[in-house]
């Protein structure tokens, strides 16, 4: 089975602007996480969807938000841009919602906010 | 704010000699994970240990779990270059709603 597959794996963006990050889960997983990487903050949960329906938020401000279409692949947007924002940004897909059983995580997005 | 806690941040052993990382926490879990990170990349689930189990094996991979003190151990055996990376615990605390919630890792470095 092919991984968990995330586009794109770099982005430079400025301050203001938004992005748009892409998440392909392994095929039949349809819970699909994402999750903030920071050195300062380490790993934090942004949002997890299952089936399409937001299932748990952490606790990020309304400029983050997800969404997960009918196939599983998720996006995830972040608006007005701020610097704080540069991070690696990881997907992680499991066959159960709720982290009940093992995250396949995809290697990553790593954005940059200048 | 992070449940788990590892220790210590950073560890280094030479080639064949044994890794033991501690994850503690502070509320009551549903399981625990741990995970291994290669130089900001994704990561890889190593164990799955429920709250109801003490003791778990992969391969070179021991982990025990107690949670009467709110803590787990990973203890690799035989270690390797290749098991150079950051080791995070993460739990499934049972009141924050079913959100996975990881530890800032142990940096292990294993020199040949």
């Known amino acids: 089975k092919a991984g968990v597959t995330q586009t794109p794996r770099y982005l430079i963006k400025t301050r203001g602007q938004q992005v748009t990050l892409s998440c392909s889960p392994i095929s039949g997983h349809r819970s699909v996480s994402w999750y903030q990487q920071t050195p300062g903050q380490g790993l934090q949960f942004l949002f997890e969807?299952?089936?399409?329906?937001?299932?748990n938020k952490g606790n990020f401000p309304g400029r983050f938000s997800g969404r997960q279409f009918s196939n599983s692949r998720s996006e995830m947007n972040v608006s007005t841009l701020e610097l704080g924002d540069s991070a690696l940004y990881l997907c992680?897909?499991?066959?159960?919602?709720?982290?009940?059983?093992?995250?396949?995580f995809g290697p990553g997005t790593r954005l940059t906010v200048l | 704010s992070q449940q788990g806690e590892e220790d210590p941040q950073a560890l280094s052993i030479q080639e064949g000699e044994n890794a033991t990382m501690n994850c503690s926490y502070k509320t009551s879990i549903n399981n625990l994970q741990w995970y291994r990170q290669n130089s900001g990349r994704g990561l890889v689930h190593l164990i799955l240990i429920r709250s109801n189990e003490r003791e778990k094996h992969s391969g070179r991979l021991r982990v025990t779990l107690d949670t009467s003190k709110k803590s787990s151990s990973l203890l690799i055996t035989a270690s390797r270059a290749a098991d150079t990376a950051s080791y995070f615990c993460a739990t499934l605390p049972m009141e924050y709603g079913n959100k996975l919630v990881f530890g800032a890792g142990t940096i292990l470095r294993v020199k040949s």
């Open positions: 992680a897909s499991s066959l159960v919602a709720g982290g009940s059983s093992e995250q396949f």
């Open positions: 969807y299952f089936s399409e329906t937001q299932r």
